[in-house]
């Protein structure tokens, strides 16, 4: 969901938020604008508030829809979000599964499990014997300790797509930043990650 910092129009994008479940029956109209702040500050250089962060979305060609559903299948209460730009969709949903225990539960369409962390690494691969380990292998080349992981799978024409999400407890480096990863130790070379950002094994780093 991110776009370059300081950028302004680059064609129209869409974010969209819903709430599912108990909390769409309350006012959720500054859960969105503290959504959308969170996005808008990984983006732009100048402070974001909750104030001016509808103008700066409107300004940089930012669509924003709202939907609410008391209806919630897997969960007692879940915010989704789900973006629409030049780079393609992105999606993401969250709920809270205990009083304190916040939960990632769905990652571009990938059913996963797992609690957010100031580090995380999403892999998009085709699923076959070894890439789990592969994956542990040049992270620890890296001297990079995985603290948890999980594993999301969803069937396709060709083999079964896969999302790995690790958290780790040491920065991911951009490749060649510091340290070298060949070409073939990607978990999948010949469908690499399709997120925008670039770590060692071609994955996206989310921090």
């Known amino acids: 969901m991110r776009s370059p910092r300081g950028s302004r129009r680059r064609g129209a994008e869409r974010r969209g938020f819903r709430t599912s479940g108990r909390i769409a029956e309350h006012d959720t109209r500054v859960l969105t604008l503290a959504i959308l702040k969170g996005i808008l500050g990984r983006s732009v250089n100048e402070p974001v508030s909750f104030v001016n962060a509808p103008m700066l979305a409107r300004d940089r060609g930012v669509t924003v829809s709202e939907m609410r559903s008391t209806v919630s299948q897997d969960y007692v209460s879940l915010i989704s979000i789900r973006a629409e730009t030049d780079e393609g969709p992105a999606s993401v949903e969250g709920t809270i599964v205990?009083?304190?225990a916040e939960r990632i539960a769905n990652v571009n369409d990938f059913d996963i499990?797992?609690?957010?962390?100031?580090?995380?690494?999403?892999?998009?691969?085709?699923?076959?014997p070894g890439i789990i380990g592969k994956v542990g292998t040049i992270l620890g080349e890296h001297s990079i300790n995985i603290a948890t992981m999980d594993v999301g799978r969803k069937p396709r024409a060709q083999g079964m797509e896969a999302l790995m999400?690790?958290?780790?407890?040491?920065?991911?480096?951009?490749?060649?930043?510091?340290?070298?990863?060949?070409?073939?130790?990607?978990?999948?070379?010949?469908a690499p990650c399709r997120c925008p950002s670039d770590g060692p094994c071609g994955a996206a780093v989310a921090s």
């Open 98 to 100: 205990t009083r304190n």
């Open 165 to 190: 999400c690790v958290t780790v407890d040491s920065e991911v480096p951009a490749r060649g930043a510091s340290t070298r990863s060949p070409p073939r130790s990607r978990p999948n070379a010949s």
């Open 113 to 128: 499990e797992i609690a957010p962390a100031p580090r995380m690494v999403f892999f998009d691969y085709v699923d076959r």
